[in-house]
């Protein structure tokens, strides 16, 4: 079945820096990723859609500077969280759809100190 | 727009209980309707799905029918085990071209007792 790696599944950074969350389709080619963040005990937020080749999609109320997405291949889409502040602690969760569905990797569970 | 509603939790229910979540949506088009689980640190994982009216998803000794009059995706278990803990997700999807969104419900977490 279709899979997707999410790395790292945990990351703790200092505040004031970045950090980057790779999402990897490793059995089929994604030309769109999205990628989710979840608060504790809520649903998830869809932020942005990834697209190859292209800019990213983002969402109502999503800052486009200080979550930065690439997806420079078929396979990898990458989420940067740019200078990172303790509200940005959460678990970030991405997603391809193969075309007979959606996979989603494990999730990173983000905590800035 | 599109959303989903499911019951909040948490439910919380001993083992061999019978389990129902309830899922209702709005959509402007024909949607295909998903229920997925989310284990603790985990991601999702897709647990069953329908894509027209009247199907019915199974995976797991869970089941959940697409009823279009209802607009409703009820998902139900007859026995649940203590492994079933987890939150469930009620999504949907218009189906229309590469690069199609899930909307997702609140999601009801699910503890079930020995």
């Known amino acids: 079945g279709a899979v997707v790696s999410q790395h790292p599944s945990r990351v703790i950074c200092k505040s004031g820096t970045s950090v980057k969350i790779e999402c990897r389709s490793l059995?089929?080619?994604?030309?769109?990723m999205f990628w989710y963040r979840q608060f504790p005990k809520k649903s998830l937020m869809l932020m942005a859609t990834?697209?190859?080749?292209?800019?990213?999609?983002?969402e109502q109320g999503v800052e486009k500077d200080k979550f930065l997405i690439n997806h420079a291949s078929l396979t990898l889409s990458t989420l940067t969280v740019t200078s990172a502040h303790p509200e940005d602690s959460s678990f970030y969760i991405c997603s391809a759809n193969k075309g007979t569905g959606y996979t989603f990797g494990s999730g990173t569970r983000l905590t800035v100190v | 727009g599109n959303s989903v509603t499911q019951m909040e939790g948490p439910v919380t229910l001993s083992e061999e209980a019978f389990l129902t979540i309830n899922c209702t949506y709005t959509a402007t088009g024909y949607p295909s309707l998903f229920w997925y689980v989310q284990y603790p640190g985990e991601g999702l994982q897709l647990l069953l799905k329908?894509?027209?009216?009247?199907d019915k998803g199974s995976n797991k000794g869970f089941e959940a029918t697409y009823r279009k009059e209802t607009t409703s995706f009820h998902l139900e278990k007859g026995s649940v085990q203590v492994s079933d803990s987890a939150v469930y997700f009620c999504?949907?999807?218009?189906?229309?071209?590469?690069?199609?969104?899930?909307?997702f419900g609140g999601g009801t977490r699910v503890l079930v007792k020995p």
């Open positions: 059995d089929f080619q994604a030309t769109t």
């Open positions: 990834s697209n190859e080749g292209s800019k990213a999609t983002y």
């Open positions: 999504a949907l999807t218009i189906i229309k071209a590469a690069g199609n969104k899930l909307t």
């Open positions: 329908a894509t027209k009216a009247d």
